[in-house]
Nanobody, 124 residues
């Protein structure tokens, strides 16, 4: 069992940076691939980024590649999402999710645990 709690969301202007955090509790945090998803208003949940069990590998949705950086600290049971050059289209509720399996095409249905989300609003 893994419990996930996101933090760091807020209202920001376009072009600035914001850092989201996902704090995990429970056993074997290092056994899980941690993903960030987001759900824009009125739209479906979409994949943003994922980091492997050790943190050595990460991959991103095309829409955020080059602007967002995901990282993890297994000693602290935390995962961060550094979001740079934010755009209004990045406005969404951001969710942290965990799965034991690595996939090239992460889907919400494949996630085993979810946080409750944190809202990011980017104004133009």
């Amino acid at each position: 069992q893994v419990q996930l709690v996101e933090s760091g969301g807020g209202l920001v202007q376009a072009g600035v940076s914001l850092r989201l955090s996902c704090a995990a509790s429970g056993r074997s945090f290092g056994s899980y691939v941690i993903n960030w998803f987001r759900q824009p208003p009125g739209k479906e949940r979409e994949f943003v980024a994922a980091v492997s069990w050790s943190g050595a590998s990460a991959f991103y949705a095309d829409s955020v590649k080059g602007r967002f950086v995901i990282s993890r600290d297994n000693a602290k049971n935390t995962v961060s999402l550094q979001m740079n050059s934010l755009k209004p289209e990045d406005t969404a509720v951001y969710y942290c999710a965990a799965t034991q399996y690595y996939s090239d095409t992460p889907s919400p249905a494949a996630m085993e645990y979810w946080g409750k989300g944190t809202l990011v609003t980017v104004s133009s």
